[in-house]
């Protein structure tokens, strides 16, 4: 892959992505096999006018032994560094770019009960900054063609090839394209090479309309049904708004999925019934899970099935009781770009974009109406969920129906896993 391209590339996560302001800090997450790359990022965030970046790097083989030979005591150990540092995050608000990279399977063969207690007592200890900052702050994440990812994607390829692959393809969907050089590229790839900038504002504004038109519905439930066995219902909170594309935090725009192609709201925690049927893998805590199911009764998940990695699941929403609830529903047409890749990414900023998917644990609190002036608990009596986790899987498939109801009245939204021409036009 050219530098000239993730050059762009990096420009976009810090312009069009975080956002950074003029005299902010930045926050860049990577991992280590990622340092090229993370470079630029950084090059860019301060030529955006940044005063000070810091770079948080992470390798999982180090991790993995980690979880591997510490102990749980040591492990769910908070050190005052670590405090500080978050504490000092809370203060300076400052923009946070995410660059995933590592493959699904990094954390394979971690003891998952000793990761679940590590994290259970991290997140408590650290819970008060994270609860100050929520909401305040730009955040974004974009993706990099690491080497085990790519050869889980394109596993019949060279690792070489793999990679150059994975990187043609996550810079693809989000508008960056060396059209000059390939003359196959169609005219809509080509109008975004030139202007990816551009291009995200006109994704944006299409995403706006979408937007409005749910919004306006005021639905109270949504239904899901396809012949795979999904058959559900969720109740939502007209108070609570629907949201794609880009969000605005403080008076900055921002967009937090690179790539992004859904629509989401937040549904009222513990209001849904029925059963949902995965349609893709997911990756969770480093570990693969495959071919699952999610039975809710009275609004909480009473029942869980998976070919592989059914214990994983059972752990993640054991995380709290918030973990057995419903935190986002989102809308993604089954003819999208991401899904029309035919590309099995076994990465959710991916996956997610390529399907219908649903989340368990924490709602977005921002997203009810007069959000700026109301407390945790005033958040939580509007329905939105409280969680350590955020976890997204995905649902959708090409006979998904989801219909709203607005005081008993039946209005299809999605009709064969697609936008209802109705809904739209």
Known sequence: MTKTLLRKYARLAVRTGANVQKGQYVVVRASVEMHEFAGMVVEEAYKAGAKEVRVDWRYSYTTKMAYRHQSLKTLCNVHDWQEAKQAFDCKTLPAYINIISDGPDALKGVNGEKMQKSSVATHKKLKKYIDEMDNNYQWTIVAAAGKDWAKKVFPGERTSTAVEKLWKTILSTVYITDASSDPAKTPRETSFSGDPEKAWADHNADFMDKCARLNDAKFDYLEYKSANG????????????????????????????????????????????????????LSVRGNLVENFTFTFEDGKVTKVTAEKGEDVLKQLIASDEGAKMLGELALVPHNSPIS????????????????????????????????????????????????MIHVDFMIGCEDLSIVGYKDGKATPIFTNGNWDEEFVK
């Open 230 to 281: 999904t058959d559900f219902r969720c109740w939502l909170n007209n108070n609570i708004l629907w949201l794609g594309g880009g969000e605005t935090t403080k008076g900055v725009y921002y967009n937090p999925n690179m790539p992004t192609e859904e629509i989401f709201t937040t549904p009222i925690a513990g209001k849904c019934e029925g059963t949902l049927v995965s349609t893709k893998p």
């Open 340 to 387: 029309n890749s035919g590309i099995l990414f076994y990465n959710t900023l991916f996956d997610e974009n390529a399907a219908c998917h649903v989340a368990i644990g924490r709602g977005f609190g921002n997203l009810v109406v007069g959000y700026e002036d109301m407390t945790r608990e005033q958040l939580k009596e509007q329905g939105v969920n409280e969680s």
